[in-house]
């Protein structure tokens, strides 16, 4: 379903925590799909690491529930991209990745290129109109400034990056700022069937930074440990 087929809310929330989840009635098709790649595809496939099938699954349980955002955590090189990838693959629709900067957009451009029409939005790069946006938060955040400002030009592209589907906030914990979450918010008013899933590598700092007070509910946990048994 497309934005302009979708009543918007009339509250704009500040924090993804505050959205309320889906009424029965309206979790999308989407997750439908999801469900049949995870246990028909990617579980069986047999080549994930341990934990990511796991993560995989409490997604998948998450959002037939209703659920809107949600975040997983596992350790940095344990394979949190690996986890957006499968999610994405079965999930379909136009989608958002959000990053903390360059470096990461290139990382992520790396590991989707081949698989997916990949456009990216940072300083360097303003490639819109793909399947798969990657844009750094700091382009986001210019986005909104311009807008507020008047300028019209730049309504097009905003109308197509945060009308996305499916929005994946990468390395979430950079993004627990008043600023960082309205933005991350404009997503879910903009597009009231989206949905918005963060993965951060950090561990332990969710915590100290209340990811899931301001973020939304931790799926799946793979700590440090437990990563290099």
């Known amino acids: 379903m497309t934005v302009a087929e979708t009543e918007r809310p009339q509250t704009l929330y500040r924090r993804p925590i505050d959205v309320p989840p889906f009424e029965r009635g309206e979790i999308p098709d989407n997750v439908k799909h999801l469900r049949d ?40 090189g344990y394979g949190k991209s690996r986890w957006m990838e499968e999610v994405g693959i079965g999930y379909g629709g136009r989608q958002v990745y959000v990053t903390p900067g360059e470096t990461a957009s290139s990382n992520l451009e790396g590991k989707l290129a081949g698989k997916k029409d990949v456009g990216r939005v940072d300083k360097d790069h303003q490639d819109t109109g793909h399947e798969v ?41 950079h993004y627990l700022t008043p600023k960082g ?49």
């Open 37 to 76: 790649h995870v246990y028909d595809v990617a579980i069986p496939r047999g080549d994930l690491r341990r934990g990511q099938g796991e993560a995989l699954e409490e997604t998948v349980r998450f959002l037939e529930q209703g659920g809107r955002v949600a975040y997983v955590e596992q350790a940095s």
């Open 133 to 173: 946006t990657i844009i750094t938060m700091q382009s986001l955040q210019s986005i909104s400034r311009d807008l507020a400002k008047g300028r019209k030009e730049r309504v097009k592209d905003a109308r197509f990056i945060f009308g996305a589907d499916i929005i994946f906030a990468d390395e979430v914990h």
């Open 181 to 229: 979450l309205e933005i991350l918010c404009v997503f879910l008013h903009m597009n009231p069937k989206s949905i918005m899933l963060g993965a951060s590598a950090t561990e332990g700092y969710n915590s100290v930074k209340n990811a899931e007070q301001q973020f939304g509910k931790c799926l799946h946990r793979v700590g440090l440990a437990e990563a290099v048994e």
